[in-house]
């Protein structure tokens, strides 16, 4: 008897402490899932239906209901699902998927039409003047001329840049080269945009006109050449979309190059290409010099009367900013 007591003892006892460990693992379990980076956490709407089930709880499974529940799904007024606080962490980043606390991208207006510069650009040309210009040689107003929604590079009056400064951009430039066309090689509709003016992705007449591969339109010049050519005729009106990062200095260390992406008449042509250096040099290695985060944008003068219109260019920043920022 006493030994069977014993038994039993030691039975209830091992039981018991098991149900307290695993209800002290449960706990810990549900402490971790409840955990969230963020301060503010919508508390789950208890009894909402789940997001496609608006006919109310009873018409989904009770499992249903207890999983969204773990999951900690937070609910709308209408009893959509618009956020959890307990899925998988997404490694590498604060957040937990579908997380309820990351904050929401802020809201823009898109352009009316293609190629329409969205609510938070910058509107370098808008057809009327180029006052957002200057000349690259003085500092004066810019004076290329302007015709009918678009102004001409005014050939052998030098480049202009903006007189804003710029670091990583996206940016929407349309030209046309000179239609006829006359020359050939380097020496047929020539420009260019020159980001930092330094760096620059060319513009050219490259419609049948052979140059050099990584001196043709849209090539990140005497680096790249573009993965495609998809130059259109002369005297038709093109375009760049292009996004530029800027590179990176610690002081004298360059930390990171800039980075080219061009969509060329919405062809993608330079895919994140890392730039070399200022493209300026081609009798020597291309390579960094130190410079401002941000400095402004140029167009090249290269003697010959190529058109631009519509102009717009958007800061860039990052993946989950605070909202309203
Ligand atoms: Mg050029």
């Given at each position: 008897?006493?030994?069977?007591?014993?038994?039993?003892?030691?039975?209830?006892?091992?039981?018991?402490?098991?149900?307290?460990?695993?209800?002290?693992?449960?706990?810990?379990?549900?402490?971790?899932?409840?955990?969230?980076?963020?301060?503010?956490?919508?508390?789950?709407?208890?009894?909402?239906?789940?997001?496609?089930?608006?006919?109310?709880?009873?018409?989904?499974?009770?499992?249903?209901?207890?999983?969204?529940?773990?999951?900690?799904?937070?609910?709308?007024?209408?009893?959509?699902?618009i956020g959890f606080t307990a899925l998988a962490e997404i490694p590498g980043t604060p957040w937990r998927i579908h997380d309820i606390a990351r904050p929401h991208p802020r809201v823009i207006t898109p352009g009316a039409t293609p190629g329409a510069a969205p609510s938070d650009a910058?509107?370098?040309?808008?057809?009327?003047?180029?006052?957002?210009?200057?000349?690259?040689?003085?500092?004066?107003d810019a004076a290329w001329p302007v015709k009918d929604g678009y102004f001409e590079t005014g050939a052998g009056s030098g480049s202009i840049v903006t007189?804003?400064?710029?670091?990583?951009?996206?940016?929407?430039?349309?030209?046309?080269?000179?239609?006829?066309?006359?020359?050939?090689?380097?020496?047929?509709?020539?420009?260019?945009?020159?980001?930092?003016?330094?760096?620059?992705?060319?513009?050219?007449?490259?419609?049948?006109?052979?140059?050099?591969?990584?001196?043709?339109?849209?090539a990140i010049y005497g680096e790249y050449p573009p993965l495609v050519n998809a130059a259109r005729k002369p005297g038709e009106w093109q375009t760049y979309d292009i996004v530029?990062?800027?590179?990176?200095?610690?002081g004298a260390t360059l930390l990171a190059p800039a980075y080219i992406t061009v969509f060329w008449n919405g062809v993608l042509v330079q895919h994140r290409r890392p730039v070399m250096g200022s493209t300026s040099a081609t009798t020597t290695q291309h390579s960094y010099t130190p410079h401002d985060p941000e400095l402004p944008l140029a167009l090249q003068d290269h003697n010959h009367p190529v058109h631009y219109r519509n102009i717009w260019i958007r800061r860039l920043a990052g993946y989950d900013l605070p909202e309203g920022k």
């Open positions: 008897m006493r030994t069977i007591f014993n038994r039993s003892r030691v039975r209830r006892f091992i039981s018991v402490t098991a149900g307290v460990a695993l209800a002290i693992a449960l706990g810990k379990l549900d402490a971790r899932q409840g955990q969230t980076p963020a301060t503010q956490t919508p508390q789950p709407a208890a009894g909402a239906p789940a997001q496609g089930q608006r006919g109310g709880q009873n018409q989904q499974p009770a499992a249903a209901r207890n999983n969204a529940a773990e999951q900690g799904a937070v609910r709308n007024a209408e009893g959509a699902i910058i509107v370098l040309f808008d057809g009327k003047d180029l006052s957002k210009w200057v000349s690259a040689r003085g500092g004066q007189r804003e400064k710029f670091g990583d951009v996206q940016l929407h430039v349309e030209f046309a080269t000179p239609s006829p066309g006359r020359g050939s090689s380097q020496d047929r509709g020539n420009s260019g945009v020159r980001f930092m003016d330094r760096y620059e992705v060319q513009v050219l007449d490259s419609y049948e006109n052979v140059t050099y591969a990584d001196g043709q339109a849209a530029f990062e800027a590179p990176k200095f610690n």
